[in-house]
Structures are given as structure tokens and as C-alpha cells.
């Protein structure tokens, strides 16, 4: 949810113990990666035969990755907190934060085609201060679908934020390279009937802010990138009808570009010094027919 802000400052290295960095699955459809020196967040994904990833990770705050909001914002600039994100609420993410301090892996492992990977995650506004929570994941590749599930558990002593605050939680943050720069949905009262679909013009982040897509006006539950072929990859959350999209500094841009592309499936809840919160959502790559096919069957297995 946050504007892109490259900052140069601090930055720490932590590789795991036994020096492997990135885990991944190739399933000779797709190849998936998670960078253990990133919370495990997942930084690479691309057709299994091309080297080519679609994930945007130019910062810190790209990447595919959990980010939680709790409480009220405050200004915390005299503990270290970056001016550029002051005010601001108790916002840990996966990857690391704002000064490029990262998260410290706790534990993981593979399993089949499953990688589970557990961190200690940074509070983006602050230099260097880990949060007072773990978060998980558990990263499931069948064909060309990942299925993740993602869980925050909180256990603060801080009071300073408050309790109850209802905040928009990211389902979760997606940034896939903005030469993926076609959004396709759906808005309409015919939810999951094949109706047409809608294809919005991209809000640059130039303009103020990504684009909001509010008043449960995402009827089938997911947003999809595709680049004029019509290929790319979606991003479906059964929770949420109200998404966030858009683009920083236009089209073109590739996995490590300062221009990307971003969808955030979006909720309010309320995250308290004690809670414990998750949620399952997809990512699916390939033609936008096929994104949309595969959404329809997930939702019917699911029901």
C-alpha cells in the first residue's frame, strides 16, 4: 500500500545459517522462488523454460509479500522513524524495512512442492526494529497456480498504537513487473458468469496514489497484469472485493526496474497486540482466459 520511496540507507545482509539464500520449486511449468534473506517472501516467478522473473523487486517494499496495519498513525520520528513514513501505524512486512534492514528467517524447509518459511518481520517506518510478531507462509505450486497461506501472529507490549482500529489490511502486497501493463478484472453484478470483462486504465502512482477500487465493486474476487499478448499473471483472494492497482513510472519495466506494476487485494480488520490472523489467496500465471478459468474452478472446490 505504500508509495514507492527508494531510499538509501543502512543496509544489512542476513544469510541463513547454512548459506542458502533462495529455495524454490520448478514444476516444469513454473519456477518459484523465495529469498531467505527476505522473510521468505517470494521473489521470483517465471515460466519453467524462461529466465525471465515477473516478480518486481527493485526494494524492499516490492516483492510478494504480507503487510499488516494495526492502530492509529503516529509521528515516532525521535525513535528513529523514516520521515518520509511519519506519521504512520504498526505496519511489519515480510521483507524488510524502509532504511533496507531485513527480516530474519526463523525457520523453514521444502516439502514436495510446499516451502514453509517463518520470520521476525520489520516495521517498515522504522530503522532497524523488528516487530513484535512472527509471521508464516506456506507456499503450495500445482501447475501453473501457487496457493499460499498466510498467517500473522502478534504479541506486542506496545500501548502506543491503541486497540480496535479498524485498517485496511493488504490480502496480500503483489508487484509484478510493469511490462505487465494491462489490468483486467471484472466489475459487474454477474460475478463468475463468463461476463465481459473490464480492462481500467492503470492509475500511475504519479497521480497520488495507486488506483482504489472500492464499494465491493471487484464482484470475482481478483485482479490480473497481463502484457499485450494477454498473458501474465492474476491475483485472487477470496476474502476481498475491494482492491488497490496500479503502476510507478509507466510500462517496460522488468524485475528490477524502478517502474512497477502492483495489486493488493484489500479488507479492513482490526490487529490487536495479541491477535493472530490468517488467510489463504492465489497466484496464477498464463493467458487471461485461462487466469479466469482456473479462478472459477478454485472458487468451486472451495465452496
Wanted: hydrophobic letters at 35%; charged letters at 20%; one cysteine or more.
Amino acid at each position: 500500500m505504500r508509495n514507492i520511496v527508494i531510499l538509501f540507507g543502512l543496509f544489512i545482509s542476513w544469510i541463513p545459517s547454512l548459506g542458502q539464500e533462495k529455495i524454490g520449486i520448478d514444476n516444469d511449468t513454473l519456477h518459484i522462488k523465495v529469498d531467505l534473506t527476505r522473510g521468505g517472501a517470494i521473489c521470483y516467478i517465471s515460466k519453467s523454460s524462461v529466465d525471465r522473473n515477473i516478480i518486481n523487486i527493485a526494494d524492499e517494499g516490492r516483492y510478494v509479500q504480507q503487510s499488516y496495519y494495526a492502530g492509529k498513525s503516529i509521528n515516532r520520528k525521535a525513535d528513529g522513524q523514516s520521515p518520509s513514513w511519519s506519521p504512520w501505524s504498526w505496519n511489519p512486512i515480510q521483507v524488510g524495512d524502509a532504511f533496507r534492514n531485513r527480516a530474519k528467517i526463523l525457520d523453514y524447509k521444502k516439502s514436495g512442492n510446499t516451502i514453509y518459511v517463518k520470520c521476525t518481520p520489520m516495521l517498515w517506518d522504522m530503522n532497524n526494529m523488528p516487530a513484535e510478531a512472527e509471521i508464516e507462509q506456506w507456499t503450495t505450486l500445482s501447475g501453473n497456480v501457487l496457493k499460499i497461506k498466510n498467517k500473522l501472529t502478534c504479541h506486542r507490549t506496545d500501548t502506543i498504537y491503541g486497540e480496535g482500529k479498524m485498517n485496511d489490511q493488504e490480502l496480500p502486497a503483489v508487484y509484478p513487473i510493469s511490462a505487465l501493463k494491462n489490468l483486467y478484472t471484472y466489475f459487474g453484478n454477474q460475478p463468475f458468469t463468463n461476463a465481459e470483462l473490464t480492462n481500467p486504465v492503470s492509475i500511475l502512482l504519479s497521480s497520488g496514489f495507486w488506483g482504489r477500487y472500492n464499494n465491493d465493486i471487484v464482484t470475482e474476487n481478483w485482479m490480473a497484469y497481463v502484457d499485450d499478448t494477454k498473458w501474465g499473471i492474476g491475483v485472487y483472494s477470496p476474502l476481498c472485493t475491494n482492491f488497490l492497482a496500479g503502476m510507478h513510472v509507466g510500462p517496460d519495466g522488468e524485475a528490477n526496474s524502478g517502474a512497477t506494476s502492483y495489486i493488493a487485494p484489500v479488507k479492513k480488520y482490526a490487529l490487536n497486540r495479541n491477535s493472530i490472523f490468517e488467510y489463504d489467496y492465489y497466484l496464477i500465471v498464463g493467458e487471461l482466459t485461462e487466469i479466469r478459468g482456473t479462478i472459477y474452478k478454485l472458487k468451486q472446490k472451495h465452496k
